[in-house]
């Protein structure tokens, strides 16, 4: 499975597009989505969403929304495939115009992206998506590493060879819904294992 490149006019794209694939394609191939989730921005002066895509060794891939005046990204909606999330990714591509983006495996898409963007008053507005790949634990006051929740009940699930990645999904999202998003980590890792059967 592959997509064909696309190719858009000078006046339409100064190559923000094409490097915006181009990065996602770094981070991802190679690796199995374990969870993607939609995040509302924490600053205090302008909303602007970032997805995370939690990989299987430990990473984030975070697509943050940008907008400046007349140009902007935004991932405006995501489909999973969970029937594919144990296939490792071999590719990111796009149709329509660089609106629907796919990254996939051998099977098929793992996961769709639909994406509205427009660069503007070309070019003198910056347009793309803001992508950062972080590690999964980040400093937090005092000094202490925090594990992403996610990631957390992930490798906790992971520490089990029979768990395929697709009920590590499932059993990651029950025990968020049923625990809560203010509950420690370590409870949430112990409810996930008790789904799991651990």
């Known amino acids: ?14 190559g923000t597009m094409p490097d915006n694939v181009a990065a996602l394609r770094e981070a991802v191939v190679g690796h199995r989505i374990v969870s993607v989730e939609t995040v509302g921005s924490d600053h205090r002066w302008y909303s602007r969403d970032k997805t995370v895509i939690t990989l299987d060794n430990g990473k984030r891939v975070e697509l943050q929304d940008t907008d400046d005046c007349c140009a902007y990204t935004e991932l405006e909606s995501f489909l999973l495939h ?5 296939h ?4 990111v591509g796009t149709t329509d115009g660089f ?17 509205g963007w427009s660069c503007g008053n070309p070019f003198y507005y910056g347009y793309g998506f803001d992508i950062r790949v972080t590690e999964m634990a ?15 009940v992930s490798d906790a699930l992971q520490e089990s060879d029979n768990t395929p990645a697709s009920e590590r999904v499932a059993f990651l999202e ?9 509950a420690a980590p370590h409870d949430v890792v112990e409810y996930a294992r008790f789904l799991a059967g651990e």
Do not use: F, N, Q
Request: proline share 5%; aromatic share 6%; glycine share 8%.
């Open 1 to 14: 499975m592959k997509y064909a490149d696309e190719v858009l006019s000078d006046y339409d794209d100064d």
């Open 82 to 86: 969970p029937d594919k999330v144990d």
């Open 88 to 91: 490792i990714i071999t590719g």
């Open 99 to 115: 609106t629907t983006w796919h990254i996939y495996a051998d099977m098929g898409d793992v996961l769709e992206l639909s994406v």
């Open 138 to 152: 980040d400093k937090v006051d005092g000094g202490e590493a925090k594990a992403d929740l996610p990631l957390e």
């Open 174 to 182: 029950e025990a968020r819904r049923l625990v809560g998003p203010d």
